[in-house]
């Protein structure tokens, strides 16, 4: 069965780094990514990347996160760096399968204090 496993959220100060992992199994996947939910505020896109290495990135995270992915080992990575306390959320892994079904993973907390 189709399974995506978040890890690596944590809590950590302002301006201080977090890689999150999303490990994927079960199908192969074209795009895959980041979305965040904040307490209170609907889920929205970070970043996104194609299995070809395409990347596309909100504006809040243009310049301090990269997104990149392992295609062996089907893992999506998410590097934060230059952390601030807006981007306090749950961040979900995304998977997109090649049949156009769409999975999640049940998201990993990321907390930023100041």
């Known amino acids: 069965q189709v ?24 199908t192969s996947f074209n795009a895959m990514g980041w979305y965040r939910q904040p307490p209170g505020k609907q889920r929205e896109v970070v970043a996104t990347i194609t299995r070809a290495g395409s990347t596309n990135y909100a ?9 990149s992915r392992d295609n062996a080992k089907n893992t999506v990575y998410l590097q934060m760096n230059a952390l601030k306390p807006e981007d306090t959320a749950v961040y979900y892994c ?5 049949t156009r079904n769409t999975y999640w993973g049940q998201g990993t907390q990321v ?3 100041s």
């Open 3 to 26: 399974q995506l496993v978040e890890s690596g959220g944590g809590l950590v100060q302002a301006g201080g780094s977090l890689r999150v992992s999303c490990a994927a199994s079960g």
């Open 94 to 98: 995304n998977a997109v399968s090649y």
């Open 111 to 113: 907390t930023v204090t």
């Open 59 to 67: 504006d809040s995270a243009k310049g301090r996160f990269t997104i």
